[in-house]
């Protein structure tokens, strides 16, 4: 049964034989009139961003007008502020006798007096709260009469929510109010002196014409033909207190109650995310003793591996790793010729305008044939899709391509490629992209017979030196660009369609060496809509290896839908550990540190990092044990952080803000500049406010038309990034947690909506000195779960910590929270809490 419907049985419950109201709003699914005269109410706004909203009140669903800059008004030339609902209907024009109901409390972040609207029908009445009961005005604009109906008794409006009623008949007028902690009462009763004048117009809710907005939230709003007496009252009012709920926001539990990744916007041909409990391994090279050490981590996937020796393959998929085989963005090197020039070269290497090939700055030391291939050239596309094939015959589960961007890459390191077939390509990408006038302003008089090199040379750039030079303030340089990147593109869509061809029962992930941290539109974020998860590695520089990275780099991998593996490069054993809990309490699996790759240079690679089980294993060992408490459980959120990709801005720095306060929230990504990132009403779902960090403005037409919808609705509130998530937090009641400790400990919801379980991941960056091995230990930090009616029952409560036995917590329960202690935290814990 609807909320909608409930309310509609109840009225006509209560009512009995009292004539059924008008119009009646309980605001559940949307604005319909339950009244007898049916029709459809209308959200305005008054001023930009301060319209109404549906929010949560004690009956379900009701009229949010919290967005009010101000709280009522005092003088006719007050700017216009907040919003309303409006309803038209002509029998509402001219009622002499009548009754209003309704449930109301203001946002106790705005206590003002000013004069405020309950309601208002322009020339015929206006409802206004009172300390003591509440003022209705009769009678047409200037001369409407007052008749202010107080008690003895004062209430504060911001305090709880309070039934007002008010009956009139042609020759009185009687108030009643009460509350859930108060009983229904007279108010006052006036003798009524004026006489009702017929005037058109709209019923408003919550405002007077924009001047005198009502801060705070309305619900169960009833207008009657006829004044019904206290005994007809009273029974709406106790039908009204039968149906209130503990809570009506919804519970920890639901948040989590959306479809798995309907946070993150899917790409439609993708079919394969790591488990949140996976453990990925790796080792280069097939090291013999790799399986052995694997095992001992409770590894799940050899990730990442060099060589094809399909007995060590079998021996890795017979001890239950799923095998990832790997491909190389200079595939098929051992056919170059070692000399600098490209002329000649069977391999199809990237070439430079002198027509030489490209060696990375930190890989010239690899070897005498390290030249980087081209993702155009007919040769490298044969070389590498050769190799992927006779892997996939040999039955690897996954792919992973290292060096992968390419000419995306290369394109911006070199302004590579002039290879024969990136010219053709050019030239062919040009005459697609760019209107005939847009090829003329670019100097280009013949696009039929356009070869870029020749036009560089003629063009006063003669050779490889001067281009890196001028490379940034060419005119052709941007669309040259956009062209590499998109052919990295093509090359990963074909390759994807040709292992389905060759798999077409198995399907073969593929992953690529990058992360999303930083969330950069020039680097790893224009393949995420062509691959299948990604693997790369942190930071090198250990000062950029903080929590700030592993937070928003998750946020971003899950807003992108992707699966996101960290190859750590250890710079503390601490820090890395830290890196690990948060990757694993945000949903995302963390390789473990061993066979590292930790940088190189023109001086050499360095040497390789392999960890210990006594600095890591005790954390491998916890992921083990409670793999299912990772996998069933799902992020919690009520708030997004509006973010284009396209354009990311300082979204990383929100995410730590947001995380420090320990806000729910997760990233609600956008782009359609190379890789696309659809805004879906699935990725909004169940988020009640959403932080502009990017204008609407700056997203593609169909991102625009989902947000605007989204606005329209009255579902989501949708804020700049200057609001004040503090203000806001205490108004919508965001709060959910609150960790009484140290800064620098961060928590993380997660639930499971079918079981109800609920976990708070706890994770400590306080790390210490930069060689230390452990971060700083706290004992007995405590977790306040605020709003406790929004947590549900708790029956037991349970915490795990890596290398320790798991305690039983007793709960201590609060009027504002329920307050939990765990008697120990030094990296990582889970507090976990069942039904």
């Known amino acids: 049964m609807t909320r909608t419907l409930a309310f509609a049985l109840l009225l006509a419950a209560a009512a009995r034989a009292v004539e059924q109201p008008l119009a009646a709003f309980d605001f559940e699914a949307d604005l319909a009139n339950s009244g007898t005269l049916g029709g459809v109410a209308r959200l305005h706004a008054y001023a930009p961003d301060e319209g109404p909203l549906f929010g949560f009140g004690p009956f379900g669903r009701c009229l949010d007008l919290t967005a009010a800059s101000r709280h009522g008004g005092s003088t006719p030339q007050d700017p216009p502020a907040g919003g309303a609902a409006l309803f038209s209907d002509p029998a509402l024009d001219a009622l002499d006798a009548f009754t209003l109901v309704l449930w109301a409390r203001q946002n106790p972040a705005t206590p003002a007096s000013a004069p405020a609207r309950l309601l208002h029908k322009p020339g ?131 948040l989590a109650d959306r479809p798995p990744q309907a946070h993150a916007p899917q790409v439609s041909s993708r079919k394969f ?122 039955d690897v589960d996954s792919l992973h391509v290292d060096d992968w961007e390419m000419n995306a890459s290369w394109v911006r390191h070199a302004g590579v490629c002039f290879c024969d077939a990136c010219r053709a390509g050019f030239r062919e990408w040009l005459a697609g992209h760019r209107t005939p006038a847009e090829i003329k302003s670019l100097g280009i008089d013949d696009i039929a017979a356009f070869d870029y090199r020749a036009h560089l040379k003629s063009h006063g750039v003669p050779d490889a030196a001067a281009y890196r030079k001028q490379f940034r303030d060419l005119p052709l340089t941007p669309a040259f660009i956009d062209f590499q990147i998109e052919s990295m ?55 950029f290896q903080t929590a700030l990275e592993f937070l928003s780099g998750a946020q971003a991998a899950a807003a992108a839908g992707l699966t996101q593996v960290i190859s750590p490069i250890p710079r503390s054993t601490a820090r890395t550990r830290a890196a690990i809990a948060t990757t694993y309490a945000l949903g995302q699996p963390h390789l473990v540190p061993w066979d590292l790759y930790m940088g190189s240079d023109a001086t050499g690679i360095q040497p390789r990092y392999f960890g210990t089980r006594e600095q890591y294993g005790d954390l491998y060992d916890f992921i083990h044990a409670h793999r299912e408490l990772l996998d069933a459980l799902r992020p919690v959120a009520e708030i997004g952080l509006l973010v284009n990709a396209d354009e990311p801005g300082a979204a990383a720095e929100h995410c730590l803000k947001l995380a420090a306060r320990q806000l729910p929230f997760r990233l609600v990504l956008g782009a359609s500049r190379q890789a696309r990132l659809p805004v879906t009403p699935e990725t909004l779902n169940g988020l009640r406010l959403l932080l502009e960090l990017s204008p609407i403005d700056s997203f593609c037409p169909d991102d625009r038309a989902v947000l605007d919808a989204a606005r329209a609705s009255g579902l989501l509130r949708l804020v700049p990034a200057s609001a004040d998530l503090v203000a806001l937090g205490r108004t919508l009641g965001l709060g959910l947690l609150r960790v009484e400790g140290p800064e620098n400990l961060y928590a993380f919801i997660r639930a499971d909506p079918v079981r109800g379980t609920r976990a708070i991941h706890l994770v400590n960056w306080n790390l210490g000195g930069d060689a230390t091995e452990r971060a700083e230990t706290y004992r007995h930090v405590s977790l306040a779960l605020l709003q406790p009616e929004r947590w549900g029952t708790i029956t037991r409560a349970v915490w795990h910590a890596p290398g320790e036995a798991s305690v039983e917590l007793a709960p201590e329960r609060h009027a504002e929270c329920v307050r939990l202690t765990v008697p120990h935290l030094s990296t990582w814990g889970i507090l976990e809490i069942t039904r």
């Open 273 to 394: 995310r790591l488990p949140p409990s996976a453990i990925p391994f790796s080792t280069r090279w097939q090291r013999t003793n790799a399986l052995e050490v694997a095992t001992s981590y409770h590894a799940t996937h050899l990730l990442w591996v060099y060589g094809s020796e399909t007995g060590y393959m079998r021996r890795a998929q017979a001890a239950g790793l799923r095998y990832q085989a790997t491909l190389n963005g200079l595939q098929g090197q051992a056919q170059s010729t070692t000399n600098r020039a490209n002329a000649g070269d069977p391999s199809g290497r990237h070439e430079d305008l002198d027509g030489n090939k490209i060696t990375p700055h930190w890989m010239v030391t690899f070897g005498p044939r390290t030249f980087t291939g081209c993702c155009n050239h007919p040769a490298f596309r044969k070389l590498f899709f050769d190799d992927a094939k006779r892997l996939v015959d040999a």
């Open 124 to 254: 015929a009445w206006d409802l206004m709260p009172h300390p003591g009961g509440l003022t209705l005005m009769l009678g047409p604009d200037p001369g409407k009469v007052a008749y202010t109906l107080v008690g003895s008794a004062r209430f504060k409006l911001t305090a709880e929510w309070r039934c007002f009623a008010v009956s009139v008949t042609p020759r009185t007028v009687t108030a009643y109010t009460g509350s859930r902690t108060a009983p229904f009462a007279l108010a006052a009763e006036a003798v009524r002196t004026e006489t009702t004048v017929a005037k058109p117009g709209d019923l408003i809710l919550g405002n007077f014409s924009g001047i005198r907005p009502f801060n705070g939230w309305l619900d169960r709003v009833r207008v009657f033909h006829g004044a019904l007496g206290e005994k007809d009252l009273r029974a709406l009012f106790d039908a009204d207190l039968a149906s209130a709920k503990e809570t009506a926001l919804p519970t920890v539990a639901e």
């Open 489 to 543: 593109r093509a090359f990963y869509r074909d390759f994807r369609a040709r292992l389905d061809a060759w798999s077409p029962d198995r399907y073969i992930p593929v992953s690529v060496n990058g992360l999303l941290a930083p969330l950069r539109p020039d680097r790893v974020l224009y393949d995420v809509d062509v691959i299948d998860f990604l693997h790369g590695e942190s930071s090198q520089n250990p000062d």
